[in-house]
C-alpha cells in the first residue's frame, strides 16, 4: 500500500472508533435521562429518553454502512479486521442498550401514576452502578484500554447481586399489599432492564478485550443473577 | 477470479449459509424444549434446553470464527459482502434466542415447585405462534427466500397481541392471592422471553430481506407490545 493510501486507512480506523464513541455517547445520555425518569419521578427525562431512541437506531445503521465500505474498500487483515468485525458486534450492544433504557423510560411513565409506599434507593445503587460501567466501557472503546474492558468486565457481579436482593424486595412488597402489583411489576422489569445493560456493557467489554488482545476473556464470566431460581412465600405459607 | 477460486468462494457460501442453518435448528429444538418444560411441568425438557446453551454459544463462535476467515481470504463485494456480514448480525440474534429459552427453562423448574390454580392455555397458544415463526425464518435463512422473511415480519404482531393479555391476566392472578405472586413473576418472564425471541426472529427476517434484496424492509415495524404500558389496579380501589 501507498502512503497515501495507509494514511487515509487509518483515518477511516480513527472514524469508526470515533462514531462508536459517539454512538456511546448518545446511548449513556439516553440511559441517564431514563434513570432520571424513573429516580426522581421525571416524566420530561423520560420522554427525552423515548424520542432518543431513532437517533440511536440511526447511528447504528451509519455505523453499519460505513463498516460495510470499509470492508468493500480495503482488504483488512489480522487486528484491523478484528477491530472492524468488533465494531459491528459493539453497535448492537450500544443499540440494545438504547432499547433498554426506551423500556425503562416508558415504563417510569407508568411509575409515576403511583404513589409508592417503599424506597427505590437499592434500585437507585444499582443505576448508578450500571451507568458508571456503562461511561468506563465507552471510555474502554475510544482508548481501545483493555485494562479499563477489564475492569467493567469484574464489576457485573455486584450489579447482578444487587439485582437478585431488589427483585426478592419487589415480590415481598406486592405480597404485602396487592396495590404494589401494577407499580412492582413495572419496577421488576425496570431491574431487569437495568441488568441487561449491565450485561451489554460486559458484553462490549469482552469484545474490546478480544479486538485489542486478540483472545478471547478466559475464564467462565463472573455471573451472579440467581433471579430465575428465586422463590418468595407469603409469609405464614 | 478464475473458476477453481469462484467454485471455492461459492462453496464457501454455501458453508455459511449450513452453518446458520444448523445452529438455527439448534436453537429451534432448544426453545421447543424449554417450552415443554414450562407447559407439560417436564423438567428433564427443561435440562436439556440449559444443558444445550454451551454448544449453542460455540456455534455461534465457530461462525464468526468463519466469517472472520472468509473477509480476510476474499475480497467480497455488493451481495455477497451483505451476506457475509448479515450473517454475523443473525449469529448475535440465534444465540440471544438461546439464551432467552435456557432462561425460560430454568425458570420452568421453579415453577414445577407450584400447583398452580389457573391454565397456561394463552401462554402455549403463544408459545406455538413464536416457535412457528423461528421455524419459518431458520427456513428462510437456508432458502435465503425474502417471501417467508416478510411473512414472518407480519406475524409478530399477534404474538404482541397474546402477551399484553397474558400480561394482564398474570396480574390479575396476583391480586387474587399472593401465593400466586412467585410463580406469576416468573410467567411474567417467561412470557417476556417467549415476546423477546419473536422479535430476534423478526430481527432476523430483517436481516434476510436486507441481504436478499439489497434494501431494508420499508415501513415501521408492526410493533404492539403495549404491556410497558399496562396499569391493573385491585378490584374495589
Redesign the interface.
Known sequence: MTDHIVKSYENELKRLRALMTEMGGMVENQVEQAIQGVVQRDTAAAARAIDADPAVDAMEHEA?QF??RM??LR????QD??QI?SS??MT?DLERIGDYAA?VA??S??LS?FSLSFPLSGLAQMARLVQENLKMVVDAIGDGDTDKALLVWRSDAPIDDLYNTIFREL?TY??ED??N??PC??L??IA?NLERIGDHATNIAETIYYAVAGEPLTGARPKADSS???????AG?
Open positions: 453499519e463498516v460495510i470492508l468493500a482488504q483488512p487483515m489480522a479486521l478484528r468485525v459491528l458486534k448492537t423500556n416508558k415504563r411513565v407508568v401514576q415480590i406486592m405480597m396487592p396495590r402489583i401494577t411489576t413495572h421488576l422489569f431487569k430465575s431460581f428465586t422463590v418468595v412465600r407469603p405459607i
